[in-house]
């Protein structure tokens, strides 16, 4: 773990309302601390004869705090909780902070002071944590000289130039340090960029520490060495996360990788109808995207010259089904299961009929794009539909453009394109209504915000889904999605304070298993704890395995969910979302039924 220390020092001039709002723009920006520094200026500088002392003394006396407000700092820490600190460049004047003021949390010897080892000695004996820079010190006479303290101070590597020209860091030094048998690093930046840090977190620093100001061109010494609020805010981010950006030795390719291979990939597609039992040739075959059945090197290293189990007609994809003589028969005993606990499967315009006569299972979701939307003819599906099946629809995620589905956007093109992409969806709605003569579910993902509040949000959210004639359910989300080809934070319908806003207004939802885990597992929460809470806001069910943040639309059992049997009881729609369930005849879809009914069924 890396911490970030925010070195507040005499940015402040001598102002405590300054240092209060540097101290809370440090603790927004994720900090570990804040650290200020004290000199008794009564009997600290003999003489300021030299320019530079007279320079640098004018400057410290004009950014000086007392004890008393040094404690009254100290206070204001404490509740904001975030770490206090003082850097002491004389004994005498550490006996005297300490002995007026208790609650330090950690202190800081300065470069100039690296040698000072009766300094050093009695911050030790305080009981906190002790750091200790060596600018302007040999590295090997600083290591000789600490090496006896290497069990109870961090060594911070420094440059004591202000700022630190880009080329004379020596961040190996670090490595040098580590190597002397000093567990924790740490690194003092005074460089005139803020990413030179970075690099000492690579080269194994624990903790950083950086001068923190509001304005880098402000009168002062380490103004032109310190970084802002919002570069702070970039360093923590980067140092909460380094151990998971350097990930595993071996990468296993996340969701959204597998979904661009898919988007694009190419695969194998007849360019005729092939007859059962047919030689597999290279030339019955074109190349085309996107990737959803067997790739070239595929065919080329296992199917080429064998003979298909399944016929396979003219522009379908070639997949490992057509090589094997698979049971595709939904045997009754399953479809009764899935009836009896109304858990169905998604499906597009272009299938429908084709999943429905492979699994008839009598529940469908009709996930929409945009273009089926505004372009296709949706109603002369309608007819197909049986009267006695549960039709759900899922909004498009998307609009043309590039852009997400935003009811409530303040740009007039999005506004435009999504209000009638919803209100053609729900007239759409209004003839499956009729046909089956039962409600129908609208389930969408509304994850974009334009209020700074999550409650301003969620108001916005539901005062247009709550107009609507027709039933519309946010799903519960992820915290990172994969959108655009990429993975975007979400802000909405996936945190505690979601759940709060939820039960206190009586609201309905699409709960999502898969996004709940997801969710729960980025807030470092139970899943189950929260699937307890939303009980009462579930008003439709998305059915899948996840295991982690990022793993969405697993296979069932997959993932770390476990026993669906209590889900399957809920009595509301149920969508087996499992990703690419679909693929090689359904198979997916089947043997995440199969386990479902067999956990179910084991129960009972």
């Not at 740009?411 to 053609?424: A, F, H, P, Q, V």
């Not at 539901?462 to 994969?482: D, G, K, M």
């Not at 309905?508 to 997801?518: A, E, R, T």
């Not at 369930?581 to 089947?590: A, E, L, R, V």
Request: hydrophobic residues 35%; charged residues 25%; contains cysteine.
């Amino acid at each position: 773990m890396v911490n970030i220390i925010a070195e507040i020092g005499i940015n402040h001039g001598g102002s405590i309302l300054s240092a209060k709002n540097l101290i809370r723009e440090a603790k927004e920006s994720g900090c570990w601390g804040v650290k200020f520094q004290f000199r008794d200026l009564r009997t600290f500088y003999q003489n300021t004869d030299e320019v530079s002392d007279e320079m640098i003394s004018t400057e410290i006396e004009r950014n000086h705090f007392s004890v008393d407000e040094l404690e009254e700092l100290s206070q204001f820490c404490q509740y904001l909780g975030i770490n206090f600190g003082i850097s002491f460049f004389r004994l005498s004047d550490a006996k005297m902070v300490c002995s007026n003021i208790s609650d330090i949390d950690f202190f800081k010897v300065p470069s100039a002071e690296c040698m000072n080892t009766p300094l050093i000695s009695f911050l030790i004996q305080q009981g906190k944590k002790v750091f200790v820079s060596i600018g302007g010190h040999s590295t090997k006479l600083a290591i000789n000289l600490l090496k006896d303290f290497k069990k109870n101070i961090v060594i911070f590597h420094c440059i004591a130039n202000y700022p630190v020209r880009l080329g004379d860091q020596d961040l190996n030094v670090l490595c040098k340090i580590k190597e002397s048998g000093f567990t924790a690093l740490g690194y003092s930046s005074h460089d005139e960029l803020w990413e030179v840090c970075l690099l000492a977190i690579s080269q194994g620093a624990n903790w950083i520490e950086r001068h923190i100001t509001f304005d880098k061109s402000a009168n002062g010494l380490d103004h032109n060495s310190s970084s802002t609020p919002q570069e702070f805010k970039k360093l923590a981010l980067f140092a909460s996360n380094y151990n998971k950006i350097l990930g595993e030795s071996e990468h296993t390719p996340n969701q959204g990788e597998l979904v661009n291979l898919q988007n694009l990939g190419t695969s194998l597609y007849a360019k005729t109808d092939v007859l059962q039992n047919a030689l597999a040739k290279e030339e019955d075959y074109e190349i085309r995207a996107p990737r959803i059945g067997i790739t070239v090197n595929e065919f080329q290293a296992r199917f080429k010259n064998q003979r298909l189990a399944k016929a396979i007609r003219k522009g379908q994809p070639l997949t490992e089904s057509n090589f094997h003589k698979a049971n595709d028969i939904i045997n009754d005993d399953l479809k009764k299961f899935c009836r009896s606990v109304r858990l169905g499967l998604p499906v597009r315009l272009h299938d429908y009929d084709l999943i429905k006569t492979k699994f008839d299972l009598g529940t469908y979701e009709f996930h929409l794009s945009f273009s089926e939307v505004l372009d296709g003819n949706l109603d002369d599906l309608v007819l197909k539909i049986d009267n006695q099946e549960n039709i759900s629809i899922h909004l498009p995620d998307y609009i043309p453009g590039n852009r997400l589905l935003d009811p409530i956007s303040n740009d007039d093109y999005t506004l435009s394109k999504s209000l009638e992409i919803i209100n053609r969806t729900c007239d759409w709605s209004d003839k499956l209504e009729q046909r089956t003569q039962k409600k129908i579910n609208i389930v969408g993902s509304f994850s974009c915000t334009h209020n700074q509040s999550r409650d301003d949000n969620l108001d916005q959210i539901f005062e247009f889904l709550l107009s609507r004639n027709t039933t519309i359910l946010p799903q519960w989300l992820p915290v990172y999605a994969w959108y655009f080809g990429g993975s975007a934070k979400l802000n909405l319908f996936n945190s505690k304070e979601d759940i709060d806003y939820l039960i206190k207004n009586s609201l309905k939802i699409c709960l999502d298993f898969s996004h709940l885990v997801m969710a729960a597992d980025y807030y470092e929460a139970d899943w189950r704890d929260w699937y307890k809470r939303l009980k009462g806001s579930i008003e439709h069910i998305h059915l899948s395995d996840a295991d982690g943040p990022t793993s969405e639309g697993l296979m069932i059992g997959d993932g770390q969910i476990g026993d669906f049997s209590e889900i399957l009881d809920i009595k509301k729609n149920k969508i087996l979302e499992c990703w690419q369930g679909h693929i090689n005849s359904g198979q997916g879809f089947k043997s995440s039924l199969g386990i479902l009914e067999q956990q179910y069924c084991h129960r009972r």
